[in-house]
């Protein structure tokens, strides 16, 4: 078991190593949108923003939140197996594809220097994600955190390089 301090001091280092360049760009002083503004205007989001939309989550990502948003990225749908997004994204698998989406979101605004202090996080479709912290390496339920802390008007995107699937 870790003492506080060096719990406190690895936080600060996994913080700091996934901290990446923000994949949404603010310009000027122009607060940022709400996460699916933030998504949308990333050409890395295109997918999880086409699977938004499908899920008829849109309204629902758009509302007050606070979202915390756990964002594969367009490579992440690629490493889904041949066919399975495009059954997903049919109309009669509405409620599949909503299923995994909200298994990527969690309820408040949760920070990366929050995120790691966690052993899991209980996601908004009821399921739990383990959360995993090895050296500077930081895993919610198998997928890898490429960068944290993305703003947005109502809540925060982390970036993860593959697709969680509920159990």
Do not use: C, Q, W
């Not at 002083?29 to 933030?38: F, H, R, S, W």
């Not at 969690?106 to 929050?114: C, I, S």
């Not at 052993?119 to 500077?136: E, H, L, M, Q």
């Amino acid at each position: 078991m870790l003492s506080f301090a060096h719990r406190s001091l690895l936080t600060l280092a996994v913080a700091a190593a996934v901290a990446t360049p923000a994949v949404a760009h603010n310009h000027g002083d122009k607060a940022p949108g709400t996460i699916v503004d933030v998504a949308a205007a990333n050409a890395d989001f295109e997918t999880l923003v086409a699977a938004v939309k499908a899920a008829g989550l849109v309204e629902t990502l758009s509302g007050p939140g606070p979202f915390t948003v756990f964002a594969p990225t367009d490579e992440a749908f690629a490493k889904l197996p041949a066919g399975t997004l495009e059954d997903l994204l049919k109309p009669e698998n509405k409620a599949k594809l909503a299923a995994i989406l909200t298994y990527h979101v969690v309820a408040g605004k949760v920070l990366a220097a929050d995120a790691v202090k966690l052993d899991k996080a209980t996601t908004v479709n009821g399921a739990d994600a383990d959360i995993n912290v090895s050296g500077s390496t930081v895993t919610i339920d198998g997928a890898t955190i490429t960068a944290t802390d993305v703003a947005a008007s109502n809540g925060v995107i982390h970036v993860i390089d593959t697709v969680m699937l509920p159990d």
